[in-house]
């Protein structure tokens, strides 16, 4: 692992997610940060981390990728790095692709 996914997984396990949810979250937000914006740094993921509006950590994660996603005009469909990721209910990311 990079020291910046160690740094995240950091910031969500104090967050309250457990070992292995965390490890995922930052393995995700690690190919976010090297597929979009490689300028991303622990210290903002944790600032806004803190002002996701829900208290469950997948919830509060999947918001922070959701929030990141929308100030990068690279990442249109940011579901690949949500842990909730892809559900029944969503769109084929194979079709029309």
Same mark, same amino acid.
């Given at each position: 692992? *990079?020291?910046? %996914? $160690?740094? !995240?997984?950091?910031?969500? &396990? *104090?967050?309250?997610?457990d070992? *292995?949810t #965390?490890?995922? #979250? #930052?393995?995700?937000?690690?190919? =976010?940060?090297?597929?979009? $914006?490689?300028?991303?740094? #622990?210290?903002a !993921? /944790? %600032? %806004? =981390?803190?002002?996701?509006?829900? &208290?469950?950590?997948?919830?509060?994660y999947?918001?922070?990728?959701?929030?990141?996603?929308?100030?990068?005009?690279?990442? %249109?469909?940011?579901? &690949?790095?949500?842990?909730?990721?892809?559900?029944? =209910?969503?769109?084929?990311? /194979?079709?029309?692709?």
């Open positions: 692992m *990079s020291e910046f %996914t $160690d740094d !995240v997984q950091a910031v969500f &396990e *104090s967050a309250g997610a070992e *292995s #965390a490890a995922d #979250a #930052a393995e995700k937000l690690a190919a =976010f940060r090297e597929d979009h $914006d490689e300028d991303l740094t #622990a210290d !993921v /944790e %600032t %806004t =981390f803190a002002d996701a509006p829900d &208290e469950d950590f997948v919830h509060a999947d918001w922070l990728v959701g929030h990141l996603a929308a100030e990068n005009d690279d990442c %249109t469909d940011s579901r &690949e790095y949500r842990l909730a990721g892809f559900d029944d =209910f969503a769109a084929d990311p /194979e079709v029309g692709a």
